[in-house]
C-alpha cells in the first residue's frame, strides 16, 4: 500500500501542491515515515516537531505508535495528541490534530 501511495503521488499530484495523508498506519515498527520522505517527500508531523510519532494506541493506555499525519508543501504550525476525556472513550487510538498553513 506505502508504494501504491507513493507511486499515485508521483504519477497524479503535481509536484508543489499541497497533501495531507493522515489515519491509522498500523505501523508498528515505524518504517513507513523514512519510506514515504524517501519515495514522495512526505514528513511525519510528530516526528518533525518531537522527535518521534505520537502514542495513540490504545487509547485508555496509549504505548504503540500506529497513526500518523504525513504532509507535504506546507508549513506546519503545531500538532497535538488529544488526550483524556472525550478522547479517549471514542475510539481505541486517540485522535492527533495538526495544524498547517500555506507556504508563501
Request: aromatic content about 12%; glycine content about 2%.
Amino acid at each position: 500500500q506505502a508504494e501504491a501511495l507513493c507511486k499515485y503521488i508521483s504519477e497524479n499530484i503535481p509536484k508543489n501542491e499541497p497533501i495531507i495523508v493522515a489515519g491509522d498506519t498500523n505501523d508498528w515498527r515505524q518504517n513507513l515515515s523514512p519510506y514515504f520522505s524517501k519515495n514522495a517527500d512526505l514528513k511525519e508531523c510528530f516526528l518533525e516537531k518531537q522527535g518521534t510519532h505520537a502514542k495513540t494506541f490504545p487509547s485508555w493506555y496509549p504505548m504503540a505508535r500506529l497513526d500518523r499525519i504525513y504532509y507535504k508543501n506546507l508549513n506546519l504550525k503545531s500538532c497535538s495528541q488529544l488526550e483524556g476525556k472525550p478522547w479517549n472513550t471514542l475510539s481505541d487510538h486517540l485522535p492527533l490534530m495538526a495544524d498547517f498553513e500555506f507556504q508563501t
